[in-house]
Structures are given as structure tokens and as C-alpha cells.
């Protein structure tokens, strides 16, 4: 239940830079998404933030303080690639979460494991990819967590038990809990998260609160009686982030919900004007494509 | 719950301006009655798998535009005094209706003329009585 602050984060591996100077603020009681292509440095971040790994540079601060042992009790990581021991089984997977967390509750991991269908006398080695991500879910819900980091939570689950997990999420976050999670799935974070940060080449390209992002970010659209379209006075406006032309059709990929731009193109002889909404899946591929000058705007902001 | 309501996550338009406008049409309907609870925010996003946030804001917004009111430890209704409000928050949704077919009608290209009479002969169709 901390405000997580993440501040001029780099990580470098050898030569490889991973993580390049990161600052994120992630308020307290809200499911923050990060999202970002392979390899971009979400989980490296993740590492970081947990002190898994150490910072080449910059800071982790947990309500402005450093992470310390006592936090770990109410923290909980679920990480991409599962941890669990092949050789053990579910019921005593959570007998070793009883014996680390003294926030461990019985009766709630009884409940989880009921939820997710899971036999607690099967060894890890007989279950699925599904079924091992669901034990993950479960050990780590079974701490009443107040801090949640999950790289990829829903990997290899069905429909169904992707839904159980963002509802564990969501019910956690109305508690108060602070969330952090990365998923390819846009959608799910579309619902899940209030925020988000879009990670590029271990570069913060775009963060915001997910509704403040979709009602700022439009394509408008005009169709032009030729193809000579006076495009020029709209290459330096700060509002327009993309601006590509097909024939009689001009496409703006705005910002500041197109403040007028609209109007600009019909006074500038558009036929038609259309403005469209973007999702959430439109505004982090705009951000990622070669081309776009998101970083820019943001850092010109 | 005597009004269910749906968002589309997917969609362009915020989760939280879905939510209100389908308090205030359900309000201006006599879905929700005056006096009515609605449901907690925590029921809510779970009921409908998105942030708790979002329906909170929500839920601010409504109360701001004096459609529903919160009693602290008790939950969040439909304002009494619906009369009024149900009148505007009706007209709101009108509002929205009325700029998106103008908006519509504009990127088919046509001209506001051409809008103006579709609005008149739309006029004379629900309400032939004023004619």
C-alpha cells in the first residue's frame, strides 16, 4: 500500500544498457500497467524495483523510503518465468509460503486453490502451463499482499481463469493494495490498470493515466477534393504526433484531443472530417512504431 | 441490481465516461429511481472487471453534476431531488446524441443545410403535434 517512485532507474548489463533512466511514480492504491515489447526492460525493471537486481543507478523508494527486509512481508512478485519446484507439490508449495509469511492465511489459499480448480496433492512436474501459473496466483494472493508486482500473471491461462486473476487484481486494488503488472495483453490492462507506462529500448516513450490518454489521443481524419494538400503549417504544431498523407486522405494522430484540428482541416477545404477514437492497443503500437515522435512530445512537454 | 450496466474496455472512449453516461441515461429513464443505491465501487468494478479507480472517478463526476450523492459508510444513491437533474442529465445525453448525427452527418459530407432539414423533417416525425 505504498507509493512506489522510481527515479532516474538505469540497469546496464555489460555494454547493454536495459533499463535507461527510468522515473515512474506509481500512486498508492493503483494497478499500474507496463507494458512494452520483448525485450524492452519490463522485467529487468521489475527486478530492480524489488532489489533483485542492483541499479547501475538511481533509486526505488517505497512511500519515499529505500526497500527494507520488513516490506517483504507484505510484498508479493510473481515472476515471468514460474519459480515453483518440480518435485513438490501444490499443498506443500503453500506450506513453504505459511512458513515464510506470517500474513499467510489458510482458509484464503484453501479458497484460491478451490477457485483455480487446483488438486493440492499434484506435483508440479504433472501440471500444465496453466495450472502452474494458477499456483503462482495462488501463493501469491494467499498474503493478503499489500504491494503486487506480476510480470505476465495471466500467461498460459484459460479465458476463464485470465478473468479470476484480473478480478483477484481488481479486488486487491479496491482494498488499497498497490499493483504493478506487465502483460502483453493490452486488453486486460485496458481494464485493469488506471495507469501505464510504455517501455522502449529501456526508455519511458509514454505514461499516463489510461482514461486522460484515451480522451487525448485522436486521429482526425480529412478527405481533401485533391491530392494537393497544403500540409505544411500543421508539420509544427505540438498537437500533432503522426501525420500521414494517402492520396486525398490526411491522417493526424493528435494529442490535447485535437484541440480544433478539426475545424483546421475543414477550413483548410476537407470534404469530410471524421475524429476517431483510439484504444489502448492504438495509442502503445503509435507509440512503439519506428517513426513516431511520441518521445519527443513527451519530453518537450 | 436493478440497472446493469456494460462498459467496453476496448473502446476509444474512457471507461469512466461510459459509466456516466449510462448513470445519467438510466437516471433521466427512471431506471434508477430517486433514492435508489447504487453499487459500491468495489461491487461495481468487479462486477464489470475494471480499475476501482475508474468507477470511483466516476462516481466523483456523477456527484458533481448532483445525479447521485454519497453517504459516507453507506453507500452511494440516486439524488432526491431528481426532478431538475433528471432534466439535465436527460439533456446531456440528448446533447451527445444530437453532435455525434451532426457529426456523422458532416463527415458523409454533407452540407449544415442539408443537416438542418433532416433535423426539421426528424422534428415534425416525434413531434407532430407542435406542427
Known sequence: MSTISIQHLSKSYGKFLAVDDVTVEIPSGSVFGLLGPNGAGKTTTFKCLLGLARASSGEVRFDGKPLTPDLFESITYVPERSVLYEWMNGAEHLEMQRRTFKRYDTARAKQLMDRFQLDPRKRVRAMSKGMRSALAIVMSFSIHPETLVLDEPTSGLDPVNQRAVLNLIIEAAAQGATVVLSSHQIGQVERAADHIAVLKDGKVILAGAVDDLKSDRKIVEGIFPSETIAVDGLRRDARIERLDQSGRILRLTVTANGGGLAETLSTMGAQSVRIVDLNLEDIFLNAVAPGSQTADVVEAR | ?131
Open chain 2, 1 to 131: 441490481m436493478p440497472a446493469v450496466f456494460t462498459v467496453d474496455p476496448r473502446s476509444g472512449v474512457p471507461i469512466y465516461l461510459q459509466l456516466i453516461e449510462q448513470v445519467k441515461r438510466s437516471v433521466a429513464l427512471g431506471v434508477l429511481a430517486p433514492g435508489e443505491q447504487l453499487p459500491t465501487v468495489k461491487q461495481l468494478a468487479v462486477d464489470l472487471t475494471v480499475n476501482p479507480n475508474t468507477v470511483a472517478r466516476a462516481y466523483r463526476d456523477l456527484e458533481r453534476d448532483a445525479v447521485i450523492e454519497t453517504a459516507p459508510g453507506r453507500g452511494s444513491f440516486v439524488r432526491a431531488d431528481g426532478v431538475a437533474n433528471q432534466a439535465g442529465a436527460a439533456a446531456d445525453v440528448a446533447a451527445e446524441a444530437v453532435t455525434r448525427a451532426v457529426r456523422e452527418a458532416k463527415s458523409l459530407g454533407l452540407s449544415s443545410a442539408a443537416v438542418r432539414k433532416l433535423f426539421d423533417s426528424a422534428l415534425t416525425r416525434w413531434f407532430p403535434e407542435e406542427k
